[in-house]
Nanobody
Framework: QVELVESGGGLVHEGGSLRLSCAAS????????MGWYRQAPGQQRELIAT???????YLVDTVKGRFTISADNAKNTIYLQMNDLRPMDTAVYYC??????????WGKGTQVTVSS
């Protein structure tokens, strides 16, 4: 059984930075890729960034130039470096992993709050 645990969220002022981590533990499959999503109050969960097991990355336009996704395969961990944070970035941030069968695992999320 795989568990994904996010950490690093918190309260930050506009323009500040946070680094989120997502650590996988348990019987870890070979993920096709992993990603970060976020869900603001009253909104649908939206994709923010992905990274494949080959290291290819994708960032949604609204965070390009501000956020960076990376992975440390030795630690079974992915990261989301978030700079120049804005109030619109306030949300619960979730990580996920997709295995070879396209089964998706989710973490429980970490809250990010950006004050103006």
């Amino acid at each position: 059984q795989v568990e994904l645990v996010e950490s690093g969220g918190g309260l930050v002022h506009e323009g500040g930075s946070l680094r989120l981590s997502c650590a996988a533990s348990g019987v870890i499959p070979r993920f096709r890729g992993m990603g970060w999503y976020r869900q603001a109050p009253g909104q649908q969960r939206e994709l923010i960034a992905t990274i494949t097991n080959d290291g290819d990355t994708y960032l949604v336009d609204t965070v390009k130039g501000r956020f960076t996704i990376s992975a440390d395969n030795a630690k079974n961990t992915i990261y989301l470096q978030m700079n120049d944070l804005r109030p619109m970035d306030t949300a619960v941030y979730y990580c996920n992993g997709i295995d070879a069968s396209y089964y998706t695992y989710w973490g429980k999320g970490t809250q990010v709050t950006v004050s103006s």
